[in-house]
DNA sequence: TTGTATGCGTTATCAC
DNA sequence: GTGATAACGCATACAA
């Protein structure tokens, strides 16, 4: 490995010349610029990032801190961030964290000691101490989620009433009103169940408890468990809001051991519209998220802070409603002519 | 943001003390390991890892090259690499590289730039351009993924000969003869479609060469198109056996339009067990291949090659058949008393 | 236009 | 035990 030293004393220069050429700054002549780039084409001279980083404090690099992310939906957030960070020239370290956030603050601390120029924290809420901690850091720091997690730091979100709303919306407008709905199990409110009722209300459809079941994860099988209970407790639905895809596909599951026919009994709508969302039978209409955009947006974010110095402000990124083939229309008259 | 001086002056020590006691060496008394220790806590102090890199030589950070790292398939790679990676200490940098390849030389050259203690390259194949450059990078590199793509550098696969000859064996077993595959379009020859072929000879089941087809994708879409192309080329077939999880639903829906029932008019036998292939309906029988446990594996080596210097054996890990719902017997016989 | 010298935050080699 | 001080590889203020 060779060093700056190594090609200054090969072009007969000093180090400070090889320095200006290498940044292309001025102060030299064409003469000597080929000489030396011939000196760093033939030693395939790289500067070191380590030695420059020390100097110029800034290292390039993000870290990006994501809980528990084997599931698809980090896996797009990620790629988001990983594709504009290199086009802004800054690498993206990864640190996984387990679900209970155990490891959290020994990678705030790796990338603390590596001197990473921001952060971005995906993750359902920012503990306390994670907060402290990035607060002392003193870099840009970013969230990023489905969630609005906190409003101390910037942050690119979705507006899950507005989205459940929308779904809800959807459903009604394709003629159901016995709507079901597999909701998160959370400590405080729910924002998505509030758009649920808010689109009944605004509907007069009168909310009924029974339809809601809340359940303790996103994954498959919680969707096939949760939509079973569902099912036991509202088994006059016609239609149920999911709030994941892999729950849905777990519902289609459920559905199809007890006998329901999905859509032609009971409708489905879900929410993150991932690869899945496509590759199930029937295919599922779904809501949207732009998550490969939000990821690009919250390292646009952290790009943007580092070089202007400022917070950025927070993103409420669009949703849509993507329709496919397992949510059909009730209303009698149109049934005989469109049958689903 | 503190440095050792500033830990050293509170203290009262020189930065040498300072030093010492950080990377707990001897030659200094308990008095002064406190007090230096205060210090430290009382400013937050965290050493430099830029400067420590430049002395060391050693960033503590390995690259990981994944291309096109959407699919699943390398989120579970890259999740054992990164998990097994932090346990040793390593941070993890990930370039995810178009399909082409076209950024991958500008991603090895950052981490070059970075000093990067080691390169851990995912992917079918590896570029002569590729080798050449890592070779001069002077860092421990392993290759990881399906196919033993180069034996001039450690890695860490998988026997695809032998995998596809156990998943047509497990269909034979099962008493199938007409076996259709849709195997991967490859320039050379495919160890996939050879094991397909060995397993048929070895059973004295002719090799019938419309009852193979090549896809150019391993995705949802391509599963749709080539299942159908495959049924329209080999109608006659009672199984199949297909290269990857997404494309093995994807012949699952193809089969649903084409009115062909999986498994009781066709067997399906998928490849990766990945999630997905527990979401179909019905779930899929599939060659599992040990994902996680390779990344880690591949992560394990090169922290081993950063520590002992010297390059590390390949390792060829284990496969084994998950059994599901889309394989079913065939025997009349068997057909009785246990229909699929 | 070019070179010298200093410092970035460490570690390590000497002295004391 | 402890403390100067020289690297590490580079950028830059200052001289020339």
Redesign the pocket.
């Known amino acids: ?8 004393k090969k072009a ?9 050429i ?2 292309n ?5 064409e ?3 080929r000489k030396v780039l011939a000196a760093i084409k033939e030693l395939n ?8 980083g ?4 800034r290292t390039h690099t993000i870290g990006v801190l994501l809980p528990h992310f084997i599931n698809a939906f980090g896996m797009e957030l990620l790629h988001g961030i990983e594709e504009k960070a290199h086009e802004e020239g800054l690498s993206v370290i990864i640190c996984s964290t387990d679900s209970f956030g155990a490891k959290t603050m020994k990678y705030l601390q790796v990338l603390n000691e590596k001197r990473v120029d921001g952060v971005i924290i995906i993750g359902p809420k920012l503990e306390e101490e994670y907060y402290d901690y990035v607060k002392r850091m003193a870099v840009p720091v970013v969230l990023l989620g489905t969630e609005k997690f906190d409003n101390r730091l910037p942050s690119v979100q979705v507006d899950n009433r507005a989205i459940a709303y929308s779904a809800v919306k959807h459903l009604i407008d394709k003629g159901h009103e016995r709507i079901g709905m597999i909701a998160f199990h959370e400590n405080g409110p729910s924002l998505r169940a509030d758009g649920y009722r808010k689109a009944l209300e605004d509907n007069d459809i009168i909310f009924n408890q029974e339809r809601i079941v809340f359940s303790s994860g996103f994954a498959f099988e919680d969707g096939v468990h949760f939509f079973r209970k569902l099912m036991l407790q509202a088994p006059d639905i016609t239609a149920a809001y999911i709030i994941s895809d892999e729950m849905a596909v777990g519902a289609i599951t459920a559905a199809d051991r007890l006998g329901i026919k999905v859509p032609h009994d009971v409708s489905i709508i879900s929410h993150d519209n991932l690869r899945v969302a496509d590759m199930s039978i029937p295919k599922l209409t779904a809501v949207s998220l732009p998550l490969r955009r939000m990821g690009r947006t919250a390292a646009e974010k952290v790009f943007q802070m580092i070089q202007t110095g400022r917070p950025s402000e927070s993103s409420i990124m669009q949703h849509e409603i993507v329709e496919r083939d397992s949510v059909c229309m009730l209303a009698k008259a149109v049934r005989a002519k469109q049958p689903c």
Not at 46 to 51: D, I, Y
Not at 54 to 57: A, D, S
């Open positions: 490995m060779h060093t700056i030293k190594d090609v200054a007969n220069v000093s180090i400070a010349t090889v320095s200006r290498v940044n700054q001025s102060g030299y002549s003469e000597t610029k001279y790289q500067p070191n990032a380590l030695a420059r020390l100097i110029n404090k």
